[in-house]
């Protein structure tokens, strides 16, 4: 029997309420107009990255489980004909969202923060009708918790093998749900307490479908806390801080400032950022400094590689050093393979990580190639690489700062074609420009459910 | 950015695989008979505890809030009219046997076995008909896996703050569902793997309802990683050690022998135990004690007590210290409450536990004469009681091991008038009685949905 008496936590901010207070009362205009229009960019991209993943088989294995028990189905799965209740559309659109690693990052935690907070959001606005507006504001909400909470036990959290988009995702789809529905102020400390208790999600995972089973789960317990609390299932109130509280328990550090600090004045939402490539972050200097030294030198001369040499921030070759990948999954973490693809085809789109391309015989034969070594001074939105061409002639490219870095965020002309080039290869291109407008103008919907609703084919 | 490599895991044994191995593999005929026992009293005692809970408010909260996201309602709420889809009465279930705090101990680890196993297969079985002999190696097998988890980051990870009915109980859930269903061994690991990722509970939420919600989600996450797997959603085969897997993201310490030596041979689920009364396991002692002094004086003494000294395990009075509980939670945190309601009444079933009962002007007043003081070589079993009488007369009582210790275990006969005593207040006299004939039958229904739907009194 193992039973320990609680730590003294005397000094400890009421974190858990004080944020849970200010979501209750966050109106529309107290959040910036730069920070909505952020807001709207995040939901815009979700919408896009839900739509590219929703043909992928671990959308497949996820609805041949779970459809079965689904009740009344009034939601969405975007960019599917499947519908099913709005906890079941909330967990697989949280799985498409991810599946594809083409979502979004919060890059100080590499939180994907939309996943967990617009699935459980708009697969409960199609049954309970909601404005642009307002789902705006709670979606704007919902990020800023989870990525607060993020912050607050970063990066000790994620070291501990922690995936955060799954741990602190969960919180950000309870308070986002819990302000889309009005919550009074002890139902929102409960629903963060139910959503503590159901944080989950372990870096283990990556390279597999479960990976995206996180944010969907996020996004369904975060729904469901939310209305669990709504309908009076009591928690505690001081979950995030407690002694036996999430942030205790699941990190060796916490920082309570980050959460409190600065409400309403410092939004971490607004620097959100959207990934131009459909794999980790790490390797996105390399392909955006590869596709760049392609457009400089053509196709022949790309022909004409006699070797390459990268030199990239260390945790490249850590995270992504695989040689001789097989599977798209692979395919993601293979920095050579990523390098030879956008050298080749300038694709860093999930079209560059089928399994027919990571197989091809011209990508991997370029593959081989390539030489990575690592620069300890290297910035992690940084990349040098060195072009030797058979005639022996050398070209360089230096990245100081990646694109979809915080220096460079993509522009919306950019999300835009990042979300018709992944999205039309799911539902076509008259579903895609639609959805796409409609997703745009989100603030001017009366009802946010016809953006799931323009997602499908067949109601396109 | 917080990328950090994996650490090396040399040495690491192939566990998730040797647990999934063996469970995949385990025939009704390989448990020994004393052990199957064991497993049909954990399967009795859930019964009844799931039942006994049926009405609690937490049930009401929960079914409010999930019931209209059910899917076709094909199973039993025990002890309820309600029925909902296997996925969610496993939850309603799992929160039901375990929110009187009355339901059995694994004494070693203080998992509470049975509400993420039986929960889990129960409901699955209403719609996947399945005997009783086979329900029972299932539900055995995973006891089993629960509890070698659960062993092998004890006591750290309790200690950490981890509810361990929760964290461990889902592995239980998907190993028990994933055998009863004849999983494949790559599937069974899928299936931890999946259990992992949604490992999940905080002991902060002790005195809350969201503490019996732990082993609700347990069941039903477990349930799903099963079905899951079954389905083709992969995930990572070595979840459990894995550097970023459960164990020692979730733990700091790692027993690898515990979960694979003598697997066959040494049984865990032999060891479960059933509570006696409806609290806290540390209080048990001073409640049989109290019990046993009342028999012994009569009530007209009792009504004479001028004093009562407990001398107790320190535990005691750090965790059920508290002096004066107002509600039914609160009087399970009270070693007071619990002496002065077995001394006046002999109680100690969830009938001593009512806001009423706590608030007793009798109870209230014995319960300021009662002194309690810690006493660092006391058993975690024992306790001694001096009760003093207006007369200046003394009665003492030592107890050696309390009823429901390991070395006291409940009687066939006792687990039967704690379920009787418990569900009669829920379903009635005529549905107990049949209710406990059919459990106790188990291994030899054809369909074990029959235990299920007679728990209904409408049915019954």
Known sequence: MNLHHQEADLGIPNVTATLADWVVNLQGADIPPEVRREGLRTFVNWVGCAVGGADHEAADHALKAFAPFSGPKVSTVLGREDMLDPAHAALVNGITSHVLDYDDTHLKTILHPAGPVASALLAL?????????????????????????????????????????????????????????????????WALGLAASQSSGLREMFGTMTKSFHPGIAARNGLMSALLAEAGFDSSERAIEAPRGFAQVMSDKQDWGEIIDGLGTRWESATNSYKPFACGIVIHPAIDGCIQLRDELGEDKVAQIASVKLRTHPLVLEL????????????????????????????????????????????????GLIEAETNPDCHEASVDIEVTLRD?????????????????????????????????????????????????????????????????????
């Not at 307002?134 to 704007?140: I, M, N, R, S």
């Not at 050093?321 to 599977?327: L, Y």
């Not at 973490?333 to 999930?350: I, N, T």
């Open 125 to 189: 606005a199609e049954t309970r009708p909601v404005s642009g507006a307002d789902f705006l504001t709670a979606l704007v909400a919902g990020v800023e918790v989870e990525c607060r909470i993020a912050n607050s036990v970063s990066p000790e959290h994620y070291d501990r093998g922690w995936h955060i988009t799954g741990t602190a995702g969960v919180f950000g789809g309870a308070a986002a749900v819990g302000r889309m529905i009005g919550l009074n102020a002890q139902q929102m400390r």
């Open 320 to 367: 992504t050093g695989r040689k001789s990948p097989k599977t798209e999954l692979e395919g993601k973490f293979s920095v050579y393979h990523c390098a030879s693809v956008a050298l080749l085809r300038g694709d860093g789109a999930p079209t560059a990580f089928t399994d027919e391309i990571v197989n091809d015989p011209q990508v991997v034969a370029l593959r």
């Open 392 to 460: 022996g002639s050398t070209h360089t490219k230096h990245v100081e700062r990646a694109i979809g870095s915080a220096e460079v965020p993509l522009t919306d002309a950019q999300l835009n074609t990042k979300f018709t080039d992944q999205a039309e290869l799911v539902v076509g291109t008259t579903v895609t420009q639609r959805l796409r407008d409609i997703a745009w103008s989100l603030e001017s919907l009366s009802d946010v459910g016809e953006v799931a609703r323009a997602s499908v084919r067949g109601k396109g």
